[in-house]
Structures are given as C-alpha cells and as structure tokens.
C-alpha cells in the first residue's frame, strides 16, 4: 500500500551532480529505513544508499565519498545528493523503503545517465 514517488534522473556530465528526491506516503506501518538501489543492464541490482529512521546510513564502497543520502522523517521522504558522478554510475535507480513489519516496497526507478 505505500507508494513512492522518485524524482530527479536525468543526463549529467561526468563529474556532474544530481540529486534524487523520493516521496512515501500510504504506508500503514512506521517505515524503518529508506534508500536507494541501482540496476545496471546486463548487472544485478546493489544497494547505493540507506537510512535508517534512526539517521544511521550504509553506502556502497563505490560512492562512499561522493554520494550523501539524508532523510526527512516528517515528510517521509528521502534524498540522494551525487557528486563527481562517474559513467559507471549509469543506472536505473531504485528507490527502497523497509517497514517495521519487515514489508519492502520499491519505486519505478529512475534513470541516470551520466555521459558526455
């Protein structure tokens, strides 16, 4: 029943930033954590970013350093600021959500492109 609302894809240079923005809303249970996963072609899907509703946060080891995701609890929403975007950052990217009946949702994905 939760829907998610993601904004922000597009085409962006190398070196480049943009920022993801999702929205929760419908959701029965108190949401744990948000996030963001990512699906190359032809690779499996990797998780990017996540936050718990605590502030705790977990990155990739390939956007440590570059990717910063912060949250709004209020507003349920969640957001993903990418800095020094690199071509292999090219994607599909997922928004996540995780709720306290251990129920998972996803978002219809919005795609990056990063290229010159």
């Known amino acids: 029943q939760v829907q998610l609302v993601e904004s922000g894809g597009g085409l962006v240079q190398p070196g480049g930033s943009l920022r993801l923005s999702c929205a929760a809303s419908g959701n029965i249970f108190p949401i744990a954590a948000m996030g963001w996963h990512r699906q190359a072609p032809g690779k499996q899907r990797e998780l990017v970013a996540i936050i718990t509703s605590g502030g705790s946060t977990t990155y990739a080891d390939s956007v440590k350093g570059r990717f910063t995701i912060s949250r709004d609890n209020a507003k349920n929403t969640v957001s993903l600021q990418m800095n020094s975007l690199k071509p292999e950052d090219t994607a599909v990217y997922y928004c996540?959500?995780?709720?306290?009946?251990?129920?998972?949702?996803w978002g219809q994905g919005t795609q990056v492109t990063v290229s010159s």
């Open positions: 996540y959500t995780y709720d306290t009946a251990k129920s998972r949702t």
